[in-house]
């Protein structure tokens, strides 16, 4: 069955380090797509990137970077010179065939960024 | 701002009375999506709608009912309600109906719903 891990439950940074988060999935489709999405402490989910499984190029996107390897089914998620603003909770989500194309996600990682 | 909306923001109400909340999609999509976000529970899929039909159930409890009108907005109405309803209740859109797994769902603010 599909399964998304994002084992990190909180991370705490300062300001200026760069992070990591961490999102592992499971699934026997040979066609997917990955997702993150995060959530500021005002509550709303912001969309960030969307990959698909025939795509292992990584993306750059400012201070934010994803790293997608399908060898270790992992899509991490690395923001470079963090800012407060960047304090959130991050979800990683898998949509394929089998979950009816539906988004399966994973528990979130909460990252703190303190200045 | 994604450009989906949902009303009520906040919502306070006592066990046992019926709510309902209300979302209107992105200008162009056609798919409506509700989730549930509880502490315990996590982020939950409900139910989608696509052009007015029902097209994908989840976790949906039998006293949880949705519509999506001709307009293409979206009630979910809550009835019977416990403590346990308590939640961030999500809308999100896409443009197709998403079969094909390349659509990106865009979502609302959420409605905080507090059940005393």
């Known amino acids: 069955a599909q399964k998304v891990t994002q084992a990190q439950t909180e991370i705490s940074v300062v300001e200026k380090e760069d992070v990591t988060l961490d999102c592992v999935y499971e699934t026997r489709d040979t066609t997917y797509y990955l997702f993150w999405y995060k959530q500021p402490p005002s509550g709303e989910l912001v969309f960030l990137i969307r990959r698909n499984s025939f795509d292992e190029q990584n993306e750059i996107s400012g201070r934010y970077s994803w790293n997608f390897q399908k060898s270790t089914s992992s899509f991490n998620f690395t923001i470079t010179a963090s800012q407060v603003v960047d304090s959130a909770v991050y979800f990683c989500?898998?949509?394929?065939?089998?979950?009816?194309?539906?988004?399966?996600w994973g528990a979130g990682t909460k990252l703190i960024i303190k200045p | 701002d994604s450009g989906v909306t949902q009303t009520p923001k906040h919502l306070i109400t006592a066990t046992g009375q019926r709510v309902t909340l209300r979302c209107s999609p992105r200008?162009?999509?056609?798919?409506v999506y509700w989730y549930q976000q509880s502490l315990d529970q996590g982020l939950q899929f409900l139910i989608q709608y696509y052009n007015g039909e029902e097209r994908a159930k989840g976790n949906i409890l039998e006293r949880f009912s949705a519509q999506q009108f001709p307009d293409l907005h979206s009630e979910l109405n809550l009835s019977s309600l416990e403590l346990g309803d308590s939640a961030l209740y999500f809308c999100?859109?896409?443009?197709?109906?998403?079969?094909?797994?390349?659509?990106?769902?865009?979502f609302g603010p959420g409605t905080r719903l507090t059940v005393l």
């Open positions: 999100a859109s896409s443009v197709t109906s998403g079969s094909g797994g390349t659509d990106t769902q865009y």
């Open positions: 200008s162009g999509d056609l798919s």
């Open positions: 989500a898998l949509r394929d065939m089998d979950s009816n194309y539906q988004l399966i």
